[in-house]
Each structure stands twice: as structure tokens, then as C-alpha cells.
């Protein structure tokens, strides 16, 4: 499986419309993946909370549009990253959305955990309510990394690799290494996480999008400038991984309370 992490920066003084013209050009040099990866909010840009309300749109609008073209002329799965979604009542969500190779929606996911330090994001968005898995691949968004318990959650519904588009900041880099690194290990899953770059509205955001195995191997990390990543993986290694180590079958389920007489 060839998977495509594509980096893509975010200048105010660019539109959605013309980073989305732009953008499509570092797509088509994706060809030949299997999976193509967009970071969080990337048309928008994360940190530009003034544009949310003006750039939300449904999942019948220009990004999600854009991105089924992408996905059938490249004949490959697309992870747009993440959207700021309205509803139909005009509530505003920071939606991720994964596009079949022929250009049909295969899943989407509201961000559950949204970000209140030095953001505004909680402020503006309202919190989505639904673990999302499918085909053994769950989604998350960027903050989600930090809570465990909703990892947990998508292994217990049959997820086996995790996608993770974010705006992380360069700030808390190396948190984006340790828990990348942990939520693989821990929870026994590939984890393909793609990371914007650039500078936001004065926040430089992080880069080193990568993907770790099960066992906390990294198999490949991007740099921090605007491009395609690629890397070549085996599904496979995640039965392998739980065979060979069954921490999840060891799992003490409900835990006992500290003082219980046996």
C-alpha cells in the first residue's frame, strides 16, 4: 500500500479557492498511491478563526467536490484532511472526509475534541459525538491524539490504522512525535498522521507528518516545508503485531476497584 502525505501551508493572503487550485497540483504528483493525506482545515487554515464562518460549507461544497475529482483521477482513496462543515442548522464542525478511488464518500468524522488553548476553535465549532470506523480504519483529528480513551474506543470498534490530519504547532513538535508514536504502540494500530506547515495568522505549525507501525517503528517523517511524502505499507503488520504481542487480548476488562476483597 503506497501512501501520500501531502504537507500544504496556508498563507492569509491566499483564498480557499486558490489554495485549492494550488494544492491540486502537489495531488497529481501523488499518483500512484494508494491513499493520498491532506492535514486539518488546510483550506481555510486552521488558525484563520476570523474566515470559519464565512468558508464553512457542506459536504456537497467546493473542498469535498474538489477532492472526489482528485480521488477518481487518481484512482485512489483521498483523506482531505478536514473541513469547517455547517449543518442544516447552521452549526459549524471541523469535519474530516475520506473520498473512495471513485469519488463516492466513505467516511466522515467530527472532530470530537475541540481545541480551546490559545485557539478558538471550541468557541466557534460545536463538538462532534461519533467515533468513526470503517473498514477497520478509524479517523481522528489532530487535538484527539491527547485522549487515549477514544483511541481505545476505535480499536474496541475494529480499527486497525487511524488517520490523523492536524494543525499542530511547532511549539509542541516533539508532543506530536511522542504521542504519534504512542497511540501506535500503544494501541497496536498504523497510525497515518499528516501535518500542515507554514505560518498561520503568527503560529508556525510543526510539519513531520509520518506514519508509525504497531511496534513505534517509524517508517517515514516529512520535513517541514510544503510537498508529497510518500512511503510504502504493509497493512498486514498490524495481525502480525497482535499475534505475535497480545497486549490487547491481556486486557483486564472491567478493572477491579483498588481496596476489592477477592
Request: hydrophobic share 45%.
Amino acid at each position: 500500500m503506497r501512501i501520500a502525505l501531502i504537507q500544504v501551508a496556508s498563507p492569509a493572503e491566499e483564498t480557499p479557492a486558490q489554495r485549492r487550485e494550488r494544492v491540486a497540483a502537489m495531488v497529481a504528483d501523488a499518483r500512484g498511491a494508494d491513499l493520498v493525506v491532506l492535514p486539518e482545515l488546510w483550506a481555510v487554515g486552521y488558525f484563520a478563526f476570523d474566515a470559519y464562518e464565512h468558508a464553512a460549507e457542506s459536504l456537497e461544497g467546493p473542498t469535498v467536490t474538489t477532492a472526489r475529482e482528485w480521488a477518481r483521477a487518481l484512482n485512489a482513496h483521498v483523506h482531505l484532511g478536514s473541513i469547517v462543515e455547517r449543518d442544516e442548522r447552521g452549526r459549524l464542525f471541523n469535519t474530516a472526509v475520506s473520498i473512495a478511488p471513485d469519488g463516492s464518500i466513505a467516511q466522515t468524522y467530527r472532530k470530537i475534541h475541540v481545541f480551546g488553548y490559545a485557539s478558538r476553535e471550541a468557541q466557534l465549532l460545536t463538538a462532534g459525538d461519533r467515533v468513526a470506523v470503517s473498514d477497520t480504519v478509524g479517523l481522528t483529528t489532530c487535538y484527539d491524539l491527547r485522549f487515549p480513551e477514544l483511541w481505545r474506543s476505535m480499536v474496541d470498534r475494529g480499527a486497525e490504522t487511524v488517520v490523523v490530519p492536524a494543525a499542530w504547532p511547532a511549539a509542541r513538535r516533539e508532543h506530536w512525535r511522542l504521542f504519534t508514536s504512542c497511540r501506535a504502540v500503544e494501541e497496536q494500530v498504523l497510525v497515518i498522521a499528516c501535518n500542515a506547515v507554514g505560518t498561520q495568522h503568527g503560529t508556525e505549525l510543526a510539519g513531520t507528518s509520518r506514519i508509525v507501525d504497531p511496534w513505534g517503528t517509524v517508517l517515514v517523517e516529512a520535513g517541514t516545508d510544503e510537498g508529497v511524502t510518500t512511503a510504502e505499507v504493509d497493512p498486514a503488520v498490524v495481525a502480525a503485531t497482535r499475534a505475535e504481542f497480545p497486549v490487547l487480548a491481556d486486557r483486564v476488562l472491567p478493572m477491579p476497584l483498588a481496596g476489592a476483597s477477592r
